[in-house]
């Protein structure tokens, strides 16, 4: 399952496709798979309406930063079940969504929405061509798929740049980029017996990266012009999943058999004891579009 350049749809699979019932146990109302932004510091987070309402925040957040122009075309690289299509289907501002993903059951899910003038397409971004430019595009903790383990740092930056050539490519002159992302915060790589379980067991053919290495790789195409680190909210996220996998221990374990049921127990709170250890954090980076790539050495 591991690959040079990233998640194959094989290894995307592998994770997101163990169930909808089972994954609807522990998300939110709107299946958002990424930090949440949480505005209420004494509010329970796991309650649902809580956890929905953080995970809304987020993704506002990110549509009001993509800005996208009355009538405009917005991209998801990465919809997940379509917690941000289903936000920008009912926005004003949005004329059309697409979305990418590689998971059959996620593609199911989202058309299940029947959300208005929004397509989903189960393809990967490698292969995306549309036929007119977006105006802006979305992205939340997708990157981290887009390179593998076995990789060394300047072919992990070379696979990121390839990520953002494409965004440049598809989008208007002025085009934002939204990007979540998380990444590597301290000395820890992905080696050892962590990492190992994090490349075999969770998510096959995938490495986090760091943030010099986004910044690096965007620089040619983009203009870097915010990134705020969120670590609280990585953590409250994950403890809120967490205890609501806890609660549906039955109900998840008759959905996925024992063993998966306790693989995502140990997945889900080994990143909330690694973000706390400060070895990993969660950015939300936007970008402008450079109107002409620049010819930087290498
Ligand atoms: C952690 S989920 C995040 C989903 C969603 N953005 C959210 O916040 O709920 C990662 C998503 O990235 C998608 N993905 C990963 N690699 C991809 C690729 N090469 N092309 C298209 N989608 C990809 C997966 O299919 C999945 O939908």
Redesign the pocket.
Known sequence: MTTTT??TAQD?RFH?DVGNDFYALWLDD?????AALWENPDADETDTAVLTAAQRAN?RLHLDRAAVAPGGRLL??????G??LSLAAHDAHVGEATG????PA?LAHVNSLGLPRVEVRL????DHAPERPYDAIV????F???AGPDLTTAQRIAAYTEFFARCHSWLIPSGTLSL?VIAFDSGVDGSGPVGAFFTRDVFPATILPRLSEVAAACDPYFSLTAAHSDTPAYIRTFRAWSARLLRNRDQAQAIVGAATYQRYRVYLKACEVLAHRGDLTVYRIVMRRRPQPLHLQA
């Open positions: 990233g998640a995307i997101y709107t299946m958002a798979y990424s993704q998801d690289v990465g919809c997940g079940w917690g941000m990418l993903t590689l998971s996620q393809e990967d971004w490698r992205s939340l903790e997708a981290e798929a887009f979540q």
